[in-house]
């Protein structure tokens, strides 16, 4: 369905700003790289103007800017309602999900059934997907504009995400409004994190990690805090011991994100000599058989996402979720317990 075109007044709080910007501003549904598009596209016009307008072109309180949208990317994904999750909350705007371990998120290479957002279509209709702007920590520098263009359809409604082994709470944008809004908490951190951990090894009492962050330089599959050249990035995470596990050798920690870039806790732990329990990639065997046979019954990382507060992205409360711990890491959090 083609949309139909927009006239929007520009209001004195947005005199002399660049096109884009104005234009986003005015139609919140669109990010500022979508409206670039319009723009580029020959899409937008400032009524009165015999010139074709450009991204940088300032404009002046009480004029009308005249839109034609480009039609809204669309997904083939297939909608799955054996895709099994505990919804949290749902409203016209979100759906705040509790995502159980092993599921992956979206639809990726080698992961292209049976994932979260396969079961969220079958519930209801999600935003478009946005194919101008990755969901944080996912953003792939080596990805070209046409494959990240054709990626992004493969995610509507996802403004972020956690790994298939790691379980817990996330929210999903039902329509594009909601999207960009989140995005924008997200961009200026300003969402509330908090997961739990089981790390193999010891911590101080508290530990806050500020580091640059990005790939590995021999290692594609991961990412570092420590060796990544030439890394732009930052990546913040405050950690706080809750428990020693002495006999096992083992810590449990609460972490606290200011940024949240992909295996971020993951990195940080792992760097610090105290990987999670059971990870795959960053991990290792741990020498005590006991532990290390509990990591293999766990078979994922010792990694939940507890917490999740935002301002609501249309009536703007603060809202705040919390999803429980799965059963898998409550014994393998027991089972470490009784080795004392």
Known sequence: MVAAPLRLLVPAELD???????????????????????????????EGSARPPRSATKVRAGVVLVARPLPAPTTTITPDPSVRFEVLYEDDAIVVVDKPPFVVV???????????????????????????RAPEGEADEDASESEAAAEARLRP?????????????????????AREALKAQFARHAIERVYDAIAVGALPDRADFDTPYGRHPTD????????????????????RVVERLAAAG??????????????????????????????????????????????????RQALHARVLGFA???????????????????????ALRALG
């Open 16 to 46: 002399g700003a660049r096109l884009d910007r104005a234009l986003s501003a005015l139609a919140p549904e669109a990010s500022r790289a979508e409206v670039a598009r319009w723009i580029e596209a020959g899409r937008v016009a400032i």
């Open 106 to 132: 979206h639809p990726s290479k080698g992961h292209h059934e049976g994932t979260l957002v396969h079961g969220l279509l079958a519930r209801s209709p999600l935003a478009p997907p946005d194919p101008y």
């Open 157 to 177: 409604g996802i403004v972020h995400r956690i790994d298939r082994g790691t379980s817990g709470v996330l929210v999903i944008a039902k329509t594009a409004a």
């Open 220 to 239: 594609r599959k991961a990412f570092t805090g420590k060796h990544a050249r030439g890394a732009t990035k930052r990546a913040v995470t405050h950690a």
């Open 250 to 299: 083992c810590t449990r920690v609460e972490c606290t994100l200011e940024t949240g870039r992909t295996h971020q806790i993951r990195v940080h732990l792992a760097e610090a000599g105290a990987p999670l329990l059971g990870d795959p990639l960053y991990g290792r065997a741990p020498r005590d058989a006991r532990v290390r046979a509990i990591g293999d019954a766990l078979g």
């Open 312 to 334: 609501h992205p249309i009536t703007g409360a603060q809202v705040r979720f919390e999803a429980p711990w799965p059963d898998d890491l409550r014994r393998a959090l027991e």
